[in-house]
């Protein structure tokens, strides 16, 4: 089983759920947030690393400027004047481009975009750092995910974009963090609207539970949408994670949490 952890808004405590979800169930944990990964401050181990990389496009010396390439790119990721040239940051390593170029001057060489990095600890984290400069993330996210195998729990990016999209398309539940406040149930809609589109699963667990708005909670419940576990909000919790620590004192929720989804 795949558990992927959204939310649509960032800082609702994504990372906090993921962390401890995997680490108190044993499950191996993938930090596909590659713009800003931070789940290897709570998991420690032996670490190792590979570099990532994406085909994009290279001119040779007999192109003819034909615009056959142009043409057929849908990322406006080739110029022309004398020549082709060419936009990597733009490119969605599609091979449209050198497919239909009738003069063969067109080949696909590798980019580096980052790197995957595994820590084998008392659990096993892989996660995906993406280098300075690069446009898009979803390459690497896909990388990443390479290595998934049929149980996992998916650490997503913020937001409601490609990037989360393709985090949660492969799982099989889609767990999203929301957190009583105005901002976080506007993105939780967001979020709610995404994942029904794709037709996951989903269920809700709300963090820093306490906080004096109930919106949350009033609109799970007139849509029918279940609210997994309570996270409270308390000063001892917030100094926990500041230090990079698990929270022990909520392992049973944790693992209550994980035998509900399943």
């Known amino acids: 089983m795949r558990i992927a952890v959204a939310s649509g808004k960032g800082g609702t405590g994504k990372t906090t759920v993921a962390v401890n979800l995997a680490y108190f169930n044993s499950v191996d944990l993938f930090d596909l947030d590659v713009e800003e990964p931070n789940d290897h401050i709570f998991i420690k181990g ?42 990597p940051e733009l490119c969605h390593s599609c091979g449209a481009c050198s497919y239909f170029c009738p003069e063969n001057a067109i080949e696909e060489v590798d980019r580096e975009i980052g790197k995957i990095i595994t820590v084998n600890g008392d659990i096993t984290l892989i996660y995906g750092e993406l280098a300075i400069g690069e446009a898009s993330p979803v390459f690497l996210i896909k990388q990443v995910k390479d290595s998934m195998g049929k149980t996992a729990i998916i650490d997503c990016p913020p937001g409601n974009s ?101």
């Open 162 to 262: 490609c990037p989360m999209v393709e985090s949660v398309v492969d799982s099989d539940y889609v767990l999203l963090v929301a957190e009583p406040t105005p901002f976080s149930l506007h993105d939780l809609k967001l979020a709610v609207q995404v994942v029904s589109e794709l037709k996951k699963d989903f269920g809700v667990v709300i963090n820093k539970y306490g906080l004096p708005f109930n919106g949350v909670e009033k609109y799970c419940k007139e849509n029918g949408i279940e609210i997994i576990g309570k996270i409270p909000f308390k000063a001892e919790i917030a100094k926990a994670y500041s230090r990079g620590e698990l929270l022990y004192d909520l392992k049973g929720l944790f693992k209550e949490i994980y035998e509900v989804i399943a």
């Open 46 to 87: 032996e670490r190792s690393e590979r570099k990532a990389y994406r085909k994009v496009p290279m001119v040779k010396d007999n192109c003819n400027g034909c615009g056959v390439c142009k043409e057929v790119c849908n990322y406006s990721a080739i110029f022309v004047i004398d020549k082709a040239y060419v936009f």
